[in-house]
């Protein structure tokens, strides 16, 4: 492990590449994501975006490359520690496309759990601090309930306090709105414009445009498991330089 300076991006991958097998997935990609910056990633199905999301907090290893996030530099193709791969991901929280919920406790304890379990907080402790997430994603009448009973759109917003009640420094979000009716996903998409308006650090793998558009910082776009082009939203969506991302955004855009 290695620590970077503090002007260092808080996320920075260098030329990583992850093999499924014979099956490159993720190309010899190189991305750094500044401190308090959004980064939104789009492009077509199977471009390796969610694979490359996982790389960021090793939920896949990948095959060769660099990944330092906070200052933990980890190289791949070397032995990773226990102590360094729990203090990566000690200042990363994520949010799938299922919520992954424990539908056997109710929501104050879905959220409070892993505060115990990871944080060693006493239950009051926890509680307490899983109540202010709830009334923070407009949920907090609910903690009582069960996942169950809870509408989707409420359920991603249960996963996102849940994350966020670790106390995390960067948020990573999976297609979060993907299994969402249109009304249910402009609910979390709401809590997810406020903490970029507070200055969370998020890297997004999104199909929402207008989202990653008007609050996104820096866009990513992916194809066959590389980045094809990078840089302002808006420059992007209006004058993409790359042949594959004037096509990709002309049919999500035009449908």
């Not at 199905?45 to 960021?56: H, Q, V």
């Not at 979000?173 to 996903?185: I, V």
Request: proline fraction near 5%; charged fraction near 25%.
């Amino acid at each position: 492990m290695n620590t970077s300076s503090p002007n260092s991006p808080a996320i920075h991958l260098e030329s990583v590449t992850k093999k499924f097998g014979n099956v490159t997935v993720i190309d010899n990609v190189s991305l750094s994501v500044k401190e308090g910056e959004v980064a939104a990633i789009i492009g077509p199905s199977g471009a390796g975006k969610s694979t490359l999301l996982r790389c960021i907090n090793l939920l896949e290893r990948p095959t060769s490359g660099r990944i330092t996030v906070e200052g933990v530099q980890i190289d791949a193709e070397m032995t990773i520690t226990k102590k360094d791969l729990s203090q990566l991901r000690r200042n990363v929280g994520m949010v799938f496309q299922s919520f992954n919920l424990f539908p056997h406790l109710d929501v104050l304890r879905n959220v409070s759990l892993p505060q115990e379990r990871v944080l060693g907080r006493s239950k009051a402790d926890a509680d307490k601090r899983s109540m202010e997430l709830l009334e923070r994603v407009g949920l907090a009448t609910h903690a009582k309930q069960y996942p169950s009973r809870c509408s989707g759109g409420q359920q991603q917003r249960i996963a996102i306090a849940r994350a966020l009640a670790l106390d995390p420094h960067i948020m990573l979000f999976d297609e979060p709105t993907s299994a969402l009716d249109p009304e249910l996903g402009l609910e979390v998409l709401a809590v997810m414009k406020e903490l970029a308006a507070e200055g969370m650090t998020m890297v997004v793998v999104t199909h929402e445009m207008q989202f990653a558009r008007d609050v996104s910082d820096h866009l990513v776009v992916m194809a066959n498991g590389a980045i094809l082009e990078e840089g302002p939203p808006e420059q992007i969506f209006t004058d993409p330089s790359q042949p594959r991302t004037r096509q990709f955004l002309r049919a999500v855009l035009e449908r």
